[in-house]
């Protein structure tokens, strides 16, 4: 049995030898999940599944399990606001067995447009974030830009010398508007993603790697960054591409650690989107294999409105992969200063998570996580800085030569 608590929802996974049936309702005064569970009875794993229960669960306050009659076992979820659950079974499907899954999803589900402006704010009122966006929105003299940050850690900038003026800019009646760059960490939750020799997992570096590079691109004047998931749960592919679609996102960027049957296998690579085909096999192989982490994150097909994905993730435009061919050299150009290539040029191939009809899309391998010692790396802090970094001169590059033609008042 596991538990994967997130503000968007919380997962409860029960995997099994064999598939049962389950039956759900749910009672208010106070807001209680009911599950009755055909075919089993108490084990010392079912009473564990009290403990699983984190503090900090956004929507569980406690659970009971008791045997409510013969061969059935009681399910009680105590909640901390009202739900709209899922509950649904999985066939068998790589390492796992039979799972039955409980998605406790909240009735009033929070915008994430909201929830972006709400972090915007909170960075709006930090004093020192507040200096930097006033420096580079006023130069001390007509066309200056702000100074590139320190290479060394903690070295503060000489300051500028204060404008005159003769030399002060005159203000423009506009600004440009702020560009919003959703991070797309591959995998999470039931799925782990690939699994290095030293136990490394997929899920858990592309995370670090995207909180890495959303904090730099919110420390950019006109930037902020969007994750699509924060923290260890699972998220369907065609969620993350509606999740970018609905913070009306700029550019997308999905982050992967690439794995292949040979431990020799080695170098990092870029992939957009393609109509006509992969532009390799191994382009293919890789598409098919992302393309399948929904049978292993686990989608409740049931819930779907299938046609609707269909369309959504059939839509492709000839403008959109050529951005994403852009954006995906300008990234590729700088990944190759920190670390080998495995190709030198953007590949192509129908990963369906980049399959926004209106977004430049890329998925970045940042590394083998099944070469020893690319896993290495992986997991260095420093390393992981530096893939950040390149990938935020790789971002700016895009932009500096790609202006998008909007601005605000």
Do not use: C
């Amino acid at each position: 049995m596991r538990t994967w608590p997130a503000d968007e929802y919380t997962r409860i996974t029960l995997e099994l030898d064999s598939e049962l049936k389950a039956e759900h309702f749910t009672l208010e005064g106070p807001h209680r999940l009911v599950v009755d569970i055909d075919g089993l009875t108490m084990t010392q794993a079912l009473n564990d599944l009290v403990s699983k229960v984190r503090p900090d669960d956004p929507y569980i306050a406690a659970v009971r399990v008791a045997q409510n009659r013969s061969n059935v076992v009681r399910l009680v979820f105590d909640l901390k606001q009202p739900i709209a659950p899922q509950v649904f079974t999985l066939k068998p499907v790589g390492d796992y067995q039979y799972r039955l899954v409980l998605d406790l999803y909240p009735k009033v589900a929070q915008d994430p447009i909201v929830a972006l402006l709400n972090k915007q704010d909170q960075l709006d009122d930090d004093p020192l974030a507040k200096i930097l966006e006033d420096i580079a929105n006023n130069p001390t003299t007509p066309g200056e830009a702000l100074p590139p940050a320190p290479s060394v850690p903690g070295q503060i900038a000489a300051p500028k010398p204060l404008p005159t003026p003769e030399t002060r800019p005159v203000p423009r009646p506009g600004r440009r508007r702020t560009l919003t760059i959703a991070l797309d960490p591959g995998h999470g939750g039931e799925d782990p993603g690939a699994i290095g020799g030293g136990g490394t997992r997929e899920k858990d570096i592309v995370l670090q790697i995207a909180r890495r590079l959303k904090g730099r691109i919110d420390a950019t004047p006109g930037m902020r960054a969007y994750l699509t998931r924060d923290n260890d749960f699972f998220v369907p592919l065609h969620v993350r591409v509606q999740k970018a679609r609905r913070v009306k996102a700029d550019l997308f960027i999905s982050i992967h650690a690439d794995a292949w049957i040979k431990p020799s296998a080695r170098g990092s690579s870029v992939f957009a989107l393609s109509e006509r085909g992969a532009s390799s096999t191994t382009a293919r192989m890789l598409a098919n294999k992302e393309n399948a982490a929904d049978l292993i994150g686990g989608v409740n097909l049931g819930s779907q409105d299938k046609q609707i994905a269909k369309v959504l993730l059939d839509l492709s435009t000839t403008a959109q992969i050529n951005d994403s061919l852009k954006v995906g050299s300008a990234l590729l150009d700088e990944i190759k200063n920190v670390n080998r290539l495995h190709k030198p040029r953007v590949e192509q191939a129908g990963f369906a998570v980049l399959k926004a009809p209106d977004i430049p899309s890329i998925l970045v391998e940042t590394a083998f996580i099944s070469n020893p010692g690319e896993e290495r790396l992986l997991r260095d802090p420093n390393h992981q800085e530096k893939l950040a970094s390149a990938m935020m001169t790789g971002i700016r590059r895009y932009f500096d030569d790609n202006p998008p033609l909007a601005s605000v008042g």
